[in-house]
């Protein structure tokens, strides 16, 4: 399953040149995230009432061209690989005119809020993260 987000560059994402600084991108891909988690059934606040927070654990991006202020971007988010405490998403971004922009991966942790320490996720969470990658 993938979710596509839709943004538009604003002036304080942008650096000296214009374009959109390279660490905003990664704002964009958490919203997208959690979009996609709300998509799915599971809001983020969902989540965190179960006790369960995820942590970025790491991340990778490649960019291919600029994003310019006021630009609108379609961020396309898709869940690459769940297994055990561990979610991988995938992203690719293009600008309005359809030009490929960026793609990057993000992991993300299943962590007890309470003691910080790796866990597995709900059953409810896992029954959809699983139902949502077969689509």
Partial sequence: MTIETIFRVSYSDTDRMGFMHHS???KYFETARWELFRNIGIPYT???NEG???PVT?????YIKPALYDQVIKVTT???SFRGARIEFEYR????????INEASVTVACVNKLTGKACLPTKKMVNTLKASMNE
């Fill in 24 to 26: 905003n991108y990664f």
């Fill in 46 to 48: 969902e989540i965190e």
């Fill in 52 to 54: 369960i927070v995820l």
């Fill in 58 to 62: 790491e991340s990778a991006v490649k």
């Fill in 78 to 80: 898709r869940i690459k």
């Fill in 93 to 100: 971004s293009a600008n309005e005119t359809g030009a490929f």
